[in-house]
C-alpha cells in the first residue's frame, strides 16, 4: 500500500502547532468553527444524518439526537458516506479475522471490528486521508522525540489493520504482534527487535513484565504504552516495577483517538479532533460518560456518539499546561457500575467501579490479583490472589476479612445494605487461557469489576 509521507508530516506539524493553543477560550472557538463545517459536510455526505437532523440548524447541533452502537449498526447502510453496505464490512473484517490476513480492503477503504465487550460487536471505516491523519496525530502525540529520530515500535493488537501499518516509514519500524500468537514466540521476536516503544493491553505488559523478572525478556523500552483495556493500579505497579518507568495510556476505540498522556503521565482529552460532551453521573465527583463528536472522520461520521465508559476529570490542573482536559482515570463501563439497596427505601443506587476496586486495593497490599463479580444486589463474589507467602494460613483468612470490612463500609457509606461476600481463588485462565504446554491460547480483555445482571426497566441507573 503507497502511503503519502507528506500528508502524514503535515498532520504531525498541525498536531504540534495545535498543542499551542493557549486557553480553553481558544480551544473552544477552534472547535465550534470545526465541528459547524464537519456537520455542513455530513448533511451533504450522509441519508440518515441528513434525515435525522432535518429539524435542527448548523448552529444547534448540541441539540441533536444522541447516537450509539446498537443505532449506528442498525442504520450503518445509510449513514457511512461511501456505499459501504454492513453486510459487506462484516463479511470482509470477519475473513480478516479468521485468516489474520488485514491486508484486504474495499476499495481504497480500511475497516475493522471492535472487540464487542458491550454485547454487539461494532465495525469501523477509514479513509486513506484519515488513516494519514490518524498516523501523524499519534506520531506527534506519542512519539518521545522528533520525528527526525529513528525509533522501532512493537504494537501488540488482538487484529492488525492498514489503519496501523500506515505508520510505518524507514525511520518509524512498525512491528505488529498478533495477540494470538504463542508469548515464547513475541518474547524471541522482541528479544531481536529490541524496540524502543512498547505498546499493548495491560493484561500483555504484565505478561511481560513477568517474562522480565524471570529474566526471559531483555529488552530496555524508553517508553511503554497502555492501549485498549483500564489500567488497573496493581498492573500499573507490576509493570512499572520491572520496566523501571512510567507506564503511558492512550484511550482509543472504534469510535475515536480520544485521549493520550502528556509527559507529566496525565491523560488528556485530544480535544484538537474531537468535542466531548459530559453526561455526570456525579459532578461532584467529576464522574461522567463522555458524548463524542470527532470532526477529523468523515467516512463513518461520528457525531453525539454515547459512549459506555466511565471517565472521572482531574480535580488540579496538570503541571504541562494544555488547555485539553485532564482526566483522573477511566474506570471502566456503565454496565459494571455495581448496585446496592438503600437503607431508606430499598431503592438501587449505584456504587462506581472505582471504589469497589480501591476498597480491595487498599484493604492488604498483599492482593497481588483480584477480580469483583456483582451476581446480584445483595450478592458478590471476590477472587483473589495473595502473595505466595501469604496464600495459605491465618494471613489469607485475614485479608479476606479485612476486604469485607472495607466493602462493608463503602455500602453503609453511600447508605446502602452490605451484601453478602463470597471468596474464591483468582484462577490463571480468568483472562489468559494457557495449552498444555503452557503456551498462551486465547487473551480476553481484562476486567477486574463486572456486574452481571441486568437493571429493571424501570430503575433509574443514576439516581
Given at each position: 500500500?503507497?502511503?503519502?509521507?507528506?500528508?502524514?508530516?503535515?498532520?504531525?506539524l498541525?498536531?504540534?502547532?495545535?498543542?499551542?493553543?493557549?486557553?480553553?477560550?481558544?480551544?473552544?472557538?477552534?472547535?465550534?468553527?470545526?465541528?459547524?463545517?464537519?456537520?455542513?459536510f455530513?448533511?451533504?455526505?450522509?441519508?440518515?444524518?441528513?434525515?435525522?437532523?432535518?429539524?435542527?440548524?448548523?448552529?444547534?447541533?448540541?441539540?441533536?439526537?444522541?447516537?450509539?452502537?446498537?443505532l449506528?449498526?442498525?442504520?450503518?447502510?445509510?449513514?457511512?458516506?461511501?456505499?459501504?453496505?454492513?453486510?459487506?464490512?462484516?463479511?470482509?473484517?470477519?475473513?480478516?479475522?479468521n485468516?489474520?490476513?488485514?491486508?484486504?480492503?474495499?476499495?481504497?477503504?480500511?475497516?475493522?471490528?471492535?472487540?464487542?465487550?458491550?454485547?454487539?460487536?461494532?465495525i469501523?471505516?477509514?479513509?486513506?486521508?484519515?488513516?494519514?491523519?490518524?498516523?501523524?496525530?499519534?506520531?506527534?502525540?506519542?512519539?518521545?522525540?522528533?520525528?527526525?529520530?529513528?525509533?522501532?515500535?512493537?504494537?501488540?493488537?488482538?487484529?492488525?489493520?492498514?489503519?496501523?501499518?500506515?505508520?510505518?516509514?524507514?525511520r518509524?519500524?512498525?512491528?505488529?504482534?498478533?495477540?494470538?500468537?504463542?508469548?515464547?514466540?513475541?518474547?524471541?521476536?522482541?528479544?531481536?527487535?529490541?524496540?524502543?516503544?512498547?505498546?499493548?493491553?495491560?493484561?500483555?505488559?504484565?505478561?511481560?513484565?513477568?517474562?522480565k523478572?524471570?529474566?526471559?525478556?531483555?529488552?530496555?523500552?524508553?517508553?511503554?504504552?497502555?492501549?485498549?483495556e483500564?489500567?488497573?493500579?496493581?498492573?500499573?505497579?507490576?509493570?512499572?516495577?520491572?520496566?523501571e518507568?512510567?507506564?503511558?495510556?492512550?484511550?482509543?476505540?472504534?469510535?475515536?483517538?480520544?485521549?493520550?498522556?502528556?509527559?507529566?503521565?496525565?491523560?488528556?482529552?485530544?480535544?484538537?479532533?474531537?468535542?466531548?460532551?459530559?453526561?455526570?453521573?456525579?459532578?461532584?465527583?467529576?464522574?461522567?460518560?463522555?458524548?463524542?463528536?470527532?470532526?477529523?472522520?468523515?467516512?463513518?461520521?461520528?457525531?453525539?456518539?454515547?459512549?459506555?465508559?466511565?471517565?472521572?476529570?482531574?480535580?488540579?490542573?496538570?503541571?504541562?499546561?494544555?488547555?485539553?482536559?485532564?482526566?483522573?482515570?477511566?474506570?471502566?463501563?456503565?454496565?459494571?457500575?455495581?448496585?446496592?439497596?438503600?437503607?431508606?427505601?430499598?431503592?438501587?443506587?449505584?456504587?462506581?467501579?472505582?471504589f469497589?476496586?480501591?476498597?480491595?486495593?487498599?484493604?492488604?497490599?498483599?492482593?497481588?490479583?483480584?477480580?469483583?463479580?456483582?451476581?446480584?444486589?445483595?450478592?458478590?463474589?471476590?477472587?483473589?490472589?495473595?502473595?505466595?507467602?501469604?496464600?495459605?494460613?491465618?494471613?489469607?483468612?485475614?485479608?479476606e476479612?479485612?476486604?469485607?470490612?472495607?466493602?462493608?463500609?463503602?455500602?453503609?457509606?453511600?447508605?446502602?445494605?452490605?451484601?453478602?461476600?463470597?471468596?474464591?481463588?483468582?484462577?490463571?485462565?480468568?483472562?489468559?487461557r494457557?495449552?498444555?504446554?503452557?503456551?498462551?491460547?486465547?487473551?480476553?480483555?481484562?476486567?477486574?469489576?463486572?456486574?452481571?445482571?441486568?437493571?429493571?426497566?424501570?430503575?433509574?441507573?443514576?439516581?
Open positions: 500500500m503507497l502511503i503519502d509521507k507528506g500528508a502524514i508530516v503535515y498532520h504531525y498541525r498536531t504540534k502547532l495545535h498543542q499551542r493553543l493557549a486557553n480553553r477560550q481558544e480551544v473552544e472557538q477552534w472547535q465550534e468553527e470545526r465541528v459547524r463545517s464537519h456537520v455542513r455530513v448533511r451533504k455526505h450522509s441519508a440518515f444524518y441528513r434525515e435525522l437532523w432535518k429539524d435542527y440548524t448548523d448552529a444547534q447541533w448540541r441539540q441533536f439526537p444522541i447516537m450509539d452502537k446498537e449506528m449498526m442498525e442504520h450503518f447502510d445509510q449513514l457511512n458516506t461511501v456505499g459501504i453496505t454492513k453486510e459487506e464490512a462484516f463479511a470482509v473484517a470477519y475473513q480478516a479475522e485468516s489474520r490476513d488485514f491486508a484486504p480492503t474495499i476499495g481504497p477503504i480500511t475497516f475493522g471490528l471492535s472487540s464487542g465487550t458491550s454485547g454487539n460487536r461494532g469501523f471505516l477509514v479513509s486513506p486521508q484519515e488513516r494519514r491523519a490518524w498516523s501523524g496525530t499519534v506520531i506527534a502525540k506519542m512519539l518521545p522525540h522528533s520525528l527526525l529520530q529513528k525509533e522501532s515500535i512493537a504494537f501488540f493488537l488482538r487484529a492488525n489493520s492498514n489503519l496501523y501499518g500506515s505508520v510505518g516509514s524507514h518509524l519500524q512498525f512491528h505488529y504482534y498478533d495477540l494470538l500468537n504463542p508469548v515464547k514466540e513475541h518474547i524471541e521476536r522482541l528479544n531481536e527487535q529490541r524496540p524502543g516503544l512498547l505498546v499493548a493491553p495491560p493484561s500483555m505488559l504484565r505478561i511481560l513484565a513477568q517474562a523478572q524471570q529474566g526471559h525478556l531483555q529488552i530496555h523500552p524508553h517508553k511503554i504504552i497502555s492501549v485498549a483500564v489500567l488497573d493500579p496493581l498492573v500499573r505497579k507490576a509493570i512499572e516495577t520491572q520496566f518507568q512510567r507506564v503511558h495510556q492512550v484511550y482509543q476505540c472504534t469510535e475515536g483517538f480520544l485521549a493520550c498522556t502528556c509527559s507529566h503521565g496525565t491523560l488528556h482529552l485530544n480535544e484538537d479532533i474531537v468535542i466531548i460532551e459530559k453526561e455526570y453521573l456525579d459532578q461532584k465527583l467529576g464522574r461522567f460518560v463522555p458524548i463524542i463528536t470527532d470532526f477529523s472522520r468523515r467516512t463513518q461520521p461520528i457525531v453525539r456518539y454515547r459512549l459506555n465508559d466511565i471517565l472521572t476529570e482531574r480535580a488540579e490542573p496538570c503541571p504541562c499546561g494544555s488547555p485539553y482536559l485532564a482526566i483522573e482515570s477511566i474506570e471502566g463501563r456503565c454496565d459494571d457500575i455495581f448496585y446496592g439497596y438503600s437503607l431508606h427505601d430499598d431503592r438501587l443506587r449505584p456504587i462506581f467501579p472505582d469497589i476496586s480501591r476498597a480491595i486495593i487498599q484493604a492488604s497490599e498483599k492482593v497481588v490479583e483480584y477480580l469483583a463479580i456483582q451476581h446480584t444486589p445483595d450478592r458478590i463474589e471476590i477472587c483473589l490472589r495473595v502473595d505466595e507467602a501469604d496464600e495459605a494460613g491465618s494471613r489469607s483468612a485475614q485479608i476479612e479485612h476486604i469485607t470490612h472495607a466493602m462493608n463500609d463503602l455500602f453503609l457509606k453511600i447508605n446502602c445494605k452490605p451484601p453478602a461476600i463470597e471468596f474464591n481463588v483468582y484462577e490463571q485462565d480468568i483472562y489468559a494457557y495449552d498444555k504446554q503452557g503456551e498462551l491460547t486465547e487473551l480476553k480483555k481484562l476486567r477486574r469489576v463486572e456486574r452481571r445482571f441486568q437493571l429493571g426497566e424501570d430503575t433509574d441507573p443514576f439516581i
